[in-house]
C-alpha cells in the first residue's frame, strides 16, 4: 500500500480522492511488472489513462475550491502544477496512442506518476494542511 496516513489534509473529499489516485496507481504499477503479456495488460492500461484524464481533473478541480475557500496564498502557483500535470498526462496519452500502445512509454509513466504524486502529495499539498491549522480552519471540511 503506497498510501500513509501521513498525506492526509483533513479534507475528507480530497483526502479521499488521494487515497483512490495511489489505490489507482498501485494496481497500474502491479499491472505493469505482472507476467502477463502486454496484450493482455493492454486493457488495464487504456483503463488506468482515462480514469487518469478524468479523475485527476476532477480532484484538482475539488483541491483547488478548497483552497480558494481557505484562502490559501499558494494557490496560484499550485493550480499551476496542477495544470501541468493534467497537460502531462494528456500529452502522454496522446504519445501512447500515436506509438500504438508502446510499454516502454507506459514504464516511464508509470514511475514519473508515482513519484510525482507521493512527492507532490507529501509536499505541497501538505503545505495547504499546515496552512489551514496555522489559520485555524483545518477540519471544517467534510
Known amino acids: 500500500m503506497l498510501w500513509k496516513g501521513k498525506y492526509e489534509l483533513g479534507v475528507q473529499l480530497v483526502d479521499e480522492q488521494h487515497k483512490e489516485l495511489f489505490a489507482r496507481v498501485e494496481a497500474f504499477i502491479q499491472t505493469l511488472r505482472s507476467s502477463a503479456s502486454w496484450e493482455n495488460k493492454v486493457t488495464k492500461v ?16 475539488d483541491e483547488e475550491e478548497y483552497q480558494r475557500k481557505i484562502g490559501y496564498p499558494g494557490y496560484e502557483e499550485h493550480r499551476k502544477i496542477h495544470a501541468d500535470m493534467v497537460s502531462y498526462v494528456v500529452k502522454i496519452s496522446e504519445e501512447y496512442e500515436r506509438l500504438g500502445f508502446d510499454e516502454q512509454l507506459m514504464q516511464q509513466f508509470a514511475g514519473k506518476l508515482l513519484a510525482w504524486l507521493i512527492n507532490h502529495v507529501a509536499s505541497e499539498d501538505q503545505r495547504i494542511a499546515a496552512y489551514a491549522i496555522e489559520k485555524g480552519v483545518a477540519g471544517n471540511e467534510h
Open 46 to 61: 487504456n483503463e488506468t489513462l482515462d480514469f487518469m484524464k478524468n479523475y485527476v481533473v476532477e480532484h484538482f478541480q
